[in-house]
């Protein structure tokens, strides 16, 4: 069974900072890994999507990355903002979709 | 959020009674699936589609059951609610239109807030 594994599970930091959110999976059999940002109360927007193939997709300040034979894909957020707050889930996609925990950020001002 | 609309956005009921939760698409997704939420689980998946009339359950089914007749209809009945199906509930597509499989990302309704008393 796939697990996935978000670390840390809250990080607060003053803006401006460059950040790691890292996700670690048991299963490296997947099509491909999607990540999420949720705001509380909210739903889930898709920030990036990763295929098995590729080894990083960039949006704008974001960068994520795929080691998929160790298991893991990084969430790289450069020059941190106070809108960037919220939560952080990863989900890698063997056939569905299946979810770490999430990262809690906090970017103060 | 892309065209996917869930409804109602919150519903309180009492414990015993069924319960209806709908999401409509109009992105002809092939595929719709039904989360649950819970604090400290994450997402869980419920049951899915492929297809018009073919669902499947997930990892945690139990007390849920659900329908496809039409593409753009997927709708997630609790049939007897518990206070344990107290819970935010998500839908979300993928695959859109014949092409090839599970190379797409998902896209997320807003969620049903449920509470269950």
């Known amino acids: 069974k796939q697990e996935v594994t978000q670390i840390p599970a809250a990080l607060s930091v003053p803006e401006g900072e460059n950040l790691v959110l890292n996700c670690s999976f048991t299963d490296s059999a997947i099509y491909n890994l999607q990540w999420f940002r949720q705001d509380p109360g909210k739903g889930l927007t898709s920030l990036l999507l990763?295929?098995?193939?590729?080894r990083e997709q960039t949006s704008g300040r974001l960068n994520a990355s795929l080691d998929k034979s160790s298991g893991r894909s990084t969430l790289y957020i450069a020059a941190s903002q106070p809108g960037d707050s919220a939560t952080y889930l990863c989900?890698?996609?063997?056939?569905?979709?299946?979810f770490g925990t999430g990262t809690r950020l906090q970017v103060f001002p | 959020d892309a065209g996917i609309t869930q409804s109602p956005r919150h519903k309180v009921t009492e414990t015993g009674t069924p319960v209806t939760l709908r999401c409509h698409q109009t992105?002809?997704?092939?595929?719709m699936y039904w989360y649950r939420q819970d604090p400290g689980h994450g997402l869980r998946l419920i049951h899915y589609s492929y297809g018009v009339k073919d669902t499947d359950k997930g990892e945690v089914s139990d007390g849920y059951s659900v329908s496809r007749s039409k593409t753009e209809d997927f709708l997630l009945t609790l049939e007897s609610a518990t206070s344990s199906q107290t819970s935010v509930y998500f839908c979300?597509?993928?695959?859109?239109?014949?092409?090839?499989?599970?190379?797409?990302?998902?896209?997320f309704g807003s969620g049903t807030r449920l509470t269950v008393v």
């Open positions: 992105e002809n997704h092939r595929y």
């Open positions: 990763i295929q098995s193939s590729q």
């Open positions: 989900a890698p996609r063997p056939d569905k979709l299946i």
């Open positions: 979300a597509i993928s695959e859109p239109g014949q092409g090839s499989p599970l190379y797409y990302g998902y896209t």
